[in-house]
C-alpha cells in the first residue's frame, strides 16, 4: 500500500514537472536558444545518463530482429515528438500546449483501432467524438492574439499524435524488455535522428552559450533532468506499482497544472506574462476534451470487467 500510494506521488510529481516545463522552457526560447538546439541538448544529456544507468545496473540483451521497431519508436517517441513540441511550444502559449497534450489518449483509441484493429464501442466512439470536437474548437476558435498560434497548436498535435503512436508501438517492447532497457534504446536513436535535422546544427551555431545568464543554465538544467530524465525515473517506479490506464489519467491534470504555474510564476516574473491566454472559452473546450478521454476510459473498464466475468465463467 505504502507502494502503490507513493507511485501516485511519483506520478503527480512527474506531471507537476511537465507542466513547469511548459513555461520555463518557453522562457529560454528563441532568446537565448533555438528550439532545435534545445532538443538535441535535452536528448544528447538524456541518452548518455540512461546509457549510463543502462551498463552498471540493466545490461539486457536486446534481440536483433527488434532493433528496427526500436528505431522506429526512437523517431516517433524522441526525434519527432520532442521536435514538434519544442517548435510548437516556442510560438503558442504553454496553456494551448497543457490542453492539446490531453488529447493523446484519443488519438490512441483512433490509432488501434487502424493498427491494431481494436474494436471501439460506442461510448468510446462518443468519447472520441467530444474529445476530437473539443481539440479542434481549440485550436480554430479559442485563440487568444498575441499569445497563440494555429501553426503552433498544430505542431503540438502532431507531437501528442507522434507520441500515440510510439505508445501503441513500444506496448509489445515493454512487455517483452524492462522499460529502462526500452527508453534506452528509444534515446539512442532518437539522438541520430535528431542529429540529421540540419535545423539543429543552425541552431546550435547561432546560440552564444558564454553570455547566458545563470538563471538560463537553471531553466535549461530543469528541462534535462527534471522535466526529461527524472520523469521517465519516476513514470518507471509508478509502472511498477500501478496500471498504465492509471498512469495515464494523470495527464489530465497537465493543464490546471499549467495554469496554476502560469500565475505563480509571472507573480514572481520567473517568467513571461501568459494569464491572457486563460479564458473561459479554453476551460470550456479543455472540459470537453477531459469529458471524451473519461468516456472512453469508462468503456475500456467496462470491457475488461465483461472480459474478466467471461473468463470466470
Known amino acids: 500500500m505504502n507502494k502503490t500510494i507513493l507511485a501516485h506521488f511519483a506520478l503527480f510529481a512527474l506531471n507537476m514537472l511537465y507542466g513547469a516545463n511548459h513555461l520555463l522552457a518557453k522562457g529560454v526560447m528563441p532568446k537565448y536558444l533555438g528550439p532545435n538546439a534545445f532538443i538535441f541538448l535535452r536528448a544528447l544529456t538524456t541518452t548518455v545518463l540512461f546509457i549510463t544507468i543502462f551498463l552498471l545496473f540493466i545490461r539486457e540483451r536486446v534481440a536483433v530482429r527488434d532493433l528496427p521497431r526500436l528505431a522506429i519508436t526512437g523517431f516517433f517517441g524522441v526525434a519527432v515528438n520532442q521536435l514538434f513540441f519544442f517548435n510548437g511550444l516556442e510560438i503558442t502559449s504553454p496553456i494551448n500546449v497543457g490542453i492539446i497534450m490531453t488529447s493523446a489518449p484519443i488519438l490512441v483509441v483512433i490509432l488501434s483501432y487502424f493498427i491494431r484493429k481494436e474494436k471501439i464501442t460506442l461510448l468510446k466512439a462518443i468519447g472520441v467524438f467530444i474529445g476530437a470536437v473539443g481539440a479542434i474548437a481549440l485550436t480554430t476558435f479559442g485563440k487568444q492574439p498575441g499569445f497563440d498560434s494555429p501553426l503552433g497548436d498544430l505542431f503540438i498535435f502532431i507531437n501528442a499524435l507522434s507520441f500515440s503512436i510510439y505508445l501503441i508501438i513500444a506496448k509489445p517492447l515493454m512487455n517483452k524488455y524492462r522499460p529502462i532497457t526500452v527508453i534506452t534504446y528509444n534515446f539512442l536513436f532518437g539522438i541520430v535522428f535528431i542529429s540529421c535535422y540540419p535545423e539543429v546544427w543552425s541552431d546550435i551555431?547561432?546560440?552564444?552559450?558564454?553570455?547566458?545568464?545563470?538563471?538560463?543554465?537553471?531553466?535549461?538544467?530543469?528541462?534535462?533532468?527534471?522535466?526529461?530524465?527524472?520523469?521517465?525515473?519516476?513514470?518507471?517506479?509508478?509502472?511498477?506499482?500501478?496500471?498504465?490506464?492509471?498512469?495515464?489519467?494523470?495527464?489530465?491534470?497537465?493543464?490546471?497544472?499549467?495554469?496554476?504555474?502560469?500565475?505563480?510564476?509571472?507573480?514572481?516574473?520567473?517568467?513571461?506574462?501568459?494569464?491572457?491566454?486563460?479564458?473561459?472559452?479554453?476551460?470550456?473546450?479543455?472540459?470537453?476534451?477531459?469529458?471524451?478521454?473519461?468516456?472512453?476510459?469508462?468503456?475500456?473498464?467496462?470491457?475488461?470487467?465483461?472480459?474478466?466475468?467471461?473468463?470466470?465463467?
Do not use: C
Not at 530543469?222 to 519516476?234: D, E, N, P, Q, R
Not at 489519467?249 to 491566454?277: C, E, H, K, N, R
Not at 468503456?299 to 465483461?306: A, G, L, V
Open 205 to 313: 551555431s547561432a546560440a552564444e552559450f558564454s553570455v547566458f545568464p545563470a538563471v538560463i543554465w537553471w531553466k535549461i538544467a530543469f528541462v534535462v533532468f527534471g522535466a526529461t530524465f527524472f520523469t521517465y525515473l519516476l513514470n518507471v517506479f509508478a509502472l511498477k506499482h500501478v496500471s498504465p490506464s492509471v498512469s495515464g489519467s494523470y495527464i489530465y491534470t497537465q493543464p490546471m497544472l499549467v495554469m496554476v504555474f502560469t500565475v505563480v510564476f509571472t507573480y514572481f516574473g520567473w517568467t513571461a506574462d501568459y494569464v491572457g491566454a486563460i479564458t473561459i472559452e479554453k476551460a470550456v473546450y479543455m472540459l470537453m476534451i477531459f469529458l471524451g478521454v473519461y468516456l472512453i476510459s469508462r468503456s475500456s473498464y467496462i470491457q475488461r470487467k465483461r472480459k474478466a466475468r467471461g473468463d470466470k465463467l
